[in-house]
């Protein structure tokens, strides 16, 4: 037997707030369509968190899913990691030390990771890299946005696109090669920072009335420039995973892409030739939850019995930043 230690994704849970907001409700509020944001994005509806729900409280009813299906006690968890631009306070308190205390995990490393739709696979490399370095062994990994508290609520360009919700997974050590992460890939590339961006409130333009009054908090998006990159780097991204783990677009049974827009998730599934059955698609009902569209669309196919055991997952992302990710995962329930 090999003293390698490696990491295994145990288990997944997700939550996704009660109050639906259709396109239809959505054309009472700016000049859109139901036909537009169907054409253009393929969302039908996404739910959006009540006023007194955060991103912390999404996050820890997620939390508390992944954490029973992993048959393990809150105690257990010795690293918990919450990818979030959406956080129950900018800059301090972390939304993962918020978290921890709402579980009542004591003595625990807790920081969130700033890498917007891509963050998740991000906080999952820092699981990876935890792990196999012996330095933790059951790492919490989070993705939990409230996209609705920095949206513009009159800008349809971002209005019609984001949702809320919280997805989380528990990441653990084994021995098993056969349950060990495959590979993730992370980059940048910080010359893009205008494409996504909320201006405010940040150490360049501090929380003052004006920047309030111009509306700098709110997210910015270059849509069809970031549409442009994405399909071109993901595309690449994904090839180069697979070609160097010696693997092919059918040797995946669940592609699980950022549910962003579906015309990006149908150019990268069709550039590997993958069957509608092997692409995962939320993003109808729940649009683009940033750093929790990736858990809460594993926890889909793993709800609805599509996700088996052992069974290989290739997840792919875009985002803010701007930061891309991919990675090849097995999935590795103890049970
Ligand atoms: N309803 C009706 N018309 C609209 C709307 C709307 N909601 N929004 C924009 N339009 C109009 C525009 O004003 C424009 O009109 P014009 O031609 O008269 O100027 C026209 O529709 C076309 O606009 P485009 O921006 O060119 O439309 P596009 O086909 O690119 O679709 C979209 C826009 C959906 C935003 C797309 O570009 C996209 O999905 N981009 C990528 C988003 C993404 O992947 N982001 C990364 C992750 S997000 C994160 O990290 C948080």
Request: negative net charge; glycine residues 6%.
């Amino acid at each position: 037997m090999s003293n390698r230690v490696y990491a295994a994704f145990r288990s997944v849970g997700a939550y996704v707030p009660s109050r639906v907001l259709t396109n239809q409700d959505l054309e009472k509020m700016v000049d859109t369509s139901d036909e537009w944001i169907t054409k253009r994005t393929g969302i039908k509806e996404r739910h959006i968190a009540a006023d007194n729900e955060s991103t912390s409280d999404m996050a820890v009813k997620a939390s508390e899913v992944a954490i029973k299906r992993a048959a393990l006690k809150t105690s257990d968890i010795d690293l918990v990691v919450c990818a979030t631009v959406t956080p129950d306070y900018f800059n301090m308190p972390s939304t993962a030390c918020i978290i921890s205390d709402k579980l009542g995990i004591k003595n625990v490393q807790a920081f969130d990771i700033s890498a917007a739709c891509s963050g998740f696979v991000y906080a999952l490399s820092v699981a990876k890299a935890f792990i196999e370095s012996g330095m933790k062994k059951n790492v919490l990994v989070i993705g939990a946005e409230k996209f609705s508290s920095i949206v513009d609520w009159s800008d349809r360009n971002t209005c019609v696109l984001f949702g809320d919700g919280a997805g989380a997974a528990v990441i653990s050590a084994t021995d098993k090669k056969e349950e060990a992460f495959i590979d993730i890939h992370a980059s940048a590339d910080g010359s893009y920072a205008d494409f996504l961006i909320t201006p405010a409130p940040g150490s360049v333009n501090p929380a003052t009335c004006e920047v309030i009054e111009q509306g700098l908090q709110y997210v910015k998006m270059k849509g069809n420039e970031t549409f442009k990159l994405a399909v071109k780097t993901l595309t690449k991204d994904v090839k180069e995973i697979l070609t160097k783990n010696n693997l092919e677009g059918k040797d995946i049974p669940h592609f699980v892409p950022h549910q962003a827009n579906y015309r990006i998730i149908n150019a990268v599934g069709n550039a590997l030739n993958m069957s509608e059955e092997q692409v995962v698609l939320t993003v109808h009902k729940y649009g683009n939850t940033s750093a929790a569209s990736i858990p809460m669309a594993i926890n889909d196919i793993y709800e609805s019995g599509r996700l088996k055991k052992g069974e290989l997952m290739l997840l792919d992302t875009f985002g803010g930043g701007l930061t891309w990710a991919s990675a090849l995962i097995p999935f590795a329930p103890n049970s």
